[in-house]
Every structure is written in structure tokens, then in C-alpha cells.
């Protein structure tokens, strides 16, 4: 098993700006954004944030999953930015990217963080 890192998932693509890794219990792994990418949040903030979205998650999760399977992959498009939210196992890595990306592009940045999570565990 190998330790993932926010570097490992920031490299993947140049699109991606911010990268956050969290439990299911909202604990922040780690968070980081790239280089001249902008501001980033303080860390209580980042943590909030994960707190709530980790039970909205694992809510909708617990709730779907009987009929379409177990979510691997969720997308959000803003208008500033988009973000991708990949779940394996007990973890939610947020990764906010560039807006109006195509999808191919997308689907290929959450197969790569997938893989990297599930290799991680």
C-alpha cells in the first residue's frame, strides 16, 4: 500500500487547482492548492466544508446505492470553477478544476484519482 499526497493528485492534470482529500467523518488528510492557483482556506474552513459535505455523501450514498450502485464519482459545475468529488472506501477527494472543462477530460482525471485512492488503501 502506498501513501497518496496532494502532489501525487495535483499532478495528474494542469487543470486541477485545489485538491482535498477527507474521511467520511469530515477529518481533512490533507489540502492544498497549486502554486499561483489563488487564495486557499484556512484550514477550519476546509474542515467545515468537508464536515458537511462527507454527511451529505454518505446520506445520498447510503440512499442510492440499491438502485444505482455505489457512487464513484461526483461532478459540480460552478460558476468560477468545477469540481470533482472522487469517493472510495471511507474517503472523499475534492478536486476543484478549471470551469467548462470537456468531460472526456473529466471522466479521465477521476479514473486516475480513483485509482490512485483505491491503490492508497
Known sequence: MSKIDAQDIL???SCIRVVVLSTV???VIFSQARHGAGPVLPE????NVMNMRAEYLTEVT?????????????MTSYENFDELVVISGDRFLSITL???LEMGTVSEI???AQLML???L
Open 110 to 112: 477521476a479514473s486516475k
Open 11 to 13: 499532478s495528474i492534470h
Open 118 to 120: 483505491g491503490s492508497s
Open 44 to 47: 477550519e474552513e476546509v474542515r
Open 62 to 74: 447510503k440512499r442510492t446505492n440499491h438502485i444505482a450502485g455505489k457512487v464513484r464519482h461526483i
Open 98 to 100: 478549471e470551469p467548462k
Open 25 to 27: 467523518n469530515g477529518d
